[in-house]
């Protein structure tokens, strides 16, 4: 729990209703930021102490993290303002699509719910996974992801999807997201997304992608940056399998 904010972990199980038997399908961690009816950050007024070895643990792990958020948010003034995608017209697999922010798409207030917006965000990043691989794919893992501005109802939000690696079996997209004002013409950067997918066949096993070689400056440095963003992922999901190997004895 920090000043206005606070992490929560969440871990999702699937169960065969047969067996009985369960495994994790998701890790996830996810920081709210308490707001007053301005959509301003408030102080939510209560802090956590930890009880045990675990506990203090986990508190370590989050305020490191938070650490990292932080360092991130040094240059959210700039990002706000980064609406454009210099190589966006470099990068030959790319998809974009827009929708409006209704009424019923906020949770509280005026503000769009997050979920509505990840639906969409995950959506744009399939097709363009699914155009490349003609063929299905399904969603392995999305990045840390910050939000530099709420989205309001009546504003109007871009999904801009360009391809950023290719792997065996997985790829990576990234996905920019703008908001527009439509009556004033404003627009601001909402937030980034990187979204790794898998290729499956018909019976929803893991398939080779066909293979991409980045020839453009823009599809060049996409490669790189998701070239060190995988190695990332690999080592969570690595501290990950060991965790819940400590967890089962």
């Known amino acids: ?30 920081v709210f930021v308490k707001v007053g009816d301005d959509a301003r950050p408030r102080p939510v007024g209560d802090t956590i102490e930890p009880r ?58 005026n503000t769009m719910f997050v979920g509505k917006l990840l639906r969409a965000l995950d959506e744009a990043g399939g097709i363009l996974s699914m155009r490349y691989c003609k063929g299905l794919v399904m969603t392995a893992c999305l990045d840390a992801m910050d939000f530099y501005s709420p989205i309001f109802t009546h504003e109007v939000v871009t999904f801009r999807a360009g391809l950023n690696h290719v792997g065996s ?21 909402a937030c980034t997304a990187f979204l790794t997918y898998v290729h499956l066949g018909p019976d929803l096993r893991p398939r080779p992608c066909p293979p ?28 990950l399998k060991a965790t819940l190997d400590e967890e089962r004895g």
């Not at 079996?169 to 950067?189: N, T, Y």
């Not at 400056?217 to 963003?229: F, H, I, K, Q, T």
């Open 52 to 109: 045990d070895a675990r506990e203090r643990e986990l508190v370590e792990a989050a305020r490191r993290r938070r650490a990292e958020r932080r360092a991130r948010f040094a240059e959210k003034a700039t990002r706000l303002r980064d609406t454009a995608t210099p190589d966006e017209a470099d990068v030959r697999w790319r998809f974009e699509s827009a929708r409006s922010v209704l009424p019923e798409d906020a949770l509280f207030g």
């Open 212 to 239: 991409f070689t980045p020839e453009t400056p823009g599809e060049r440095r996409r490669w790189e940056a998701a070239l060190v963003r995988r190695g990332a992922r690999l080592d969570r999901v690595k501290r």
């Open 1 to 30: 729990v920090g000043t206005s904010s606070l992490e929560v972990g969440v871990r999702v199980w699937a169960e065969n209703v047969g067996t009985g038997e369960r495994a994790v399908t998701l890790n996830s961690h996810l």
């Open 169 to 189: 079996a997985s790829l990576e997209i990234g996905v920019k997201v703008v908001a527009e004002v439509p009556w004033s013409g404003e627009v601001r950067h």
